[in-house]
């Protein structure tokens, strides 16, 4: 199965179009850094070329990270932070432990993730807490098991207004589970396999910047993936392999409002492409985050409301 359109499998014709589903909203949070570290590798940018961890400048890591989220506050979004679990080294990539939605009642929800490895289970349950403290209403997927991993905006990605969502998987979510994603939002599917292992989620080799736009890198889908993306998208911006992977990790960048775009700093042609395509980019350093496989997108999650539903 490579691809599901409103249910069906490989309808591309069938693709809505509706103003009043998720577009990205004003309030977006990102989890404190005090623990992020890289302990084990669970992806292979983890590793150093002779096999080794890669070793994390703490003092450099904060500061990187501080300029993330000054950036995002530049550009008039309401940035939260929330604290990490000090067992928990990865939960600064907070787009990976949830899917945010509204609910048919139009509330504020994400639905939980399942994670692939068992070092990140802790994550989701300490998120979740926090959420619902903030009023959010928190879904669960079936038991966790081969077939029901999920890894929310890792690999699932909003299409702004269209009610879409691009969904990937083979290392980290599984097909099946976009069935019960689809349940709880009610939006139409288009899915993506993943091969390469470099691009382990999908927001590593795809960026969606509006409801035409996106950037992507040609390596990291098959050959049908690649062909369906044409289909959802008037404008797909190709970014050379060459600046996709480590340490340039430029497909894992962001575009919150439509306009600006924030990726990692040095990756020339796509800035290019960017700045020919009308986007502004916004160049940030995160290299130190790239050494445990999340730039940009990886360490924020924006949300589809415009207010934390209560104040904390």
Not at 17 to 37: K, W
Request: charged share 20%.
């Amino acid at each position: 199965m490579s691809s599901i359109f409103s249910g069906h499998v490989g309808e591309a014709s069938r693709i809505k179009s509706q103003e009043s589903l998720p577009a990205p909203g004003r309030v977006l949070f990102m989890i404190d850094p005090q623990h992020f570290d890289v302990l084990a590798a669970i992806n292979p940018h983890m590793l150093q070329a002779d096999g080794s961890l890669q070793a994390i400048d703490r003092v450099k890591a904060r500061a990187q990270w501080d300029d993330l989220k000054a950036a995002y506050r530049s550009l008039g979004l309401h940035v939260s932070v929330l604290p990490a679990e000090s067992s928990c080294p990865d939960m600064v990539f907070c787009a990976n432990q949830t899917f945010p939605f509204l609910n048919r009642d139009g509330a504020p929800a994400v639905i939980l993730s399942n994670m692939a490895d068992s070092t990140r289970h802790l994550e989701v349950a300490s998120l979740r807490v926090q959420l619902e403290a903030r009023g959010v209403r928190c879904y669960e997927l079936s038991p966790r098991s081969e077939q029901t991993l999920f890894e929310g905006m890792g690999d699932a990605l909003w299409v702004p207004g269209r009610g879409l969502i691009c969904g990937g998987y083979g290392f980290r979510t599984h097909a099946s589970i976009y069935a019960e994603v689809q349940n709880l939002t009610g939006a139409d599917l288009a899915l993506f396999e993943l091969r390469n292992p470099k691009f382990y989620h999908l927001d590593t080799c795809l960026s969606v910047l509006d409801r035409d736009t996106a950037l992507a890198c040609r390596e990291g889908f098959t050959e049908e993936g690649w062909q369906q993306l044409h289909q959802i998208f008037a404008r797909v911006l190709e970014v050379p392999l060459e600046e996709a992977d480590a340490p340039g990790f430029a497909c894992n960048a962001h575009c919150p409002d439509q306009k600006h775009v924030l990726l990692q700093k040095g990756s020339t042609r796509t800035l290019t492409l960017l700045s020919e395509a009308g986007f502004t980019p916004i160049e940030v350093d995160t290299t130190e985050f790239i050494k445990s496989g999340g730039s940009v997108f990886c360490m924020k999650l924006q949300c589809v409301w415009d207010h934390w539903p209560l104040e904390h």
